[in-house]
């Protein structure tokens, strides 16, 4: 199952969907060049669910993968290892007190 979030997607019809933009939205926020987040599942009968998260941010996409005995657990991973390279984006990109 493939489920695409961008800044404007409010709601979505699944479950894992409602809880994916729940826990992407405060991203959104944080993070003004992150534009949209692809989530990728692997199947429900894999005994290891694995997630698979494509963020596309300005100039580049950014991808984490995790995995975890249930989807909700791979997907926290997945956030987590995703903050880690938007956080590295941000340093690179964005430096303090920087004048244009």
Do not use: C, W
């Not at 939205?25 to 003004?32: D, G, H, M, N, T």
């Not at 949209?36 to 894999?46: M, N």
């Not at 698979?52 to 956030?79: C, M, P, Q, R």
């Amino acid at each position: 199952m493939d489920i695409i979030i961008d800044r404007e997607t409010k709601e979505l019809n699944t479950s894992f969907g409602a809880l994916a933009i729940e826990k992407l939205q405060k991203y959104f926020a944080k993070y003004p060049f992150l534009e949209k987040v692809s989530i990728f599942l692997r199947g429900t009968k894999h005994p290891t669910k694995k997630v698979k998260l494509n963020a596309h941010v300005k100039g580049k996409d950014i991808y984490a993968e995790a995995s975890g005995t249930f989807h909700e657990d791979a997907f926290e991973n997945a956030i987590q290892k995703l903050v880690v390279q938007l956080d590295k984006y941000k340093t690179l990109r964005y430096k303090k007190g920087m004048t244009s």
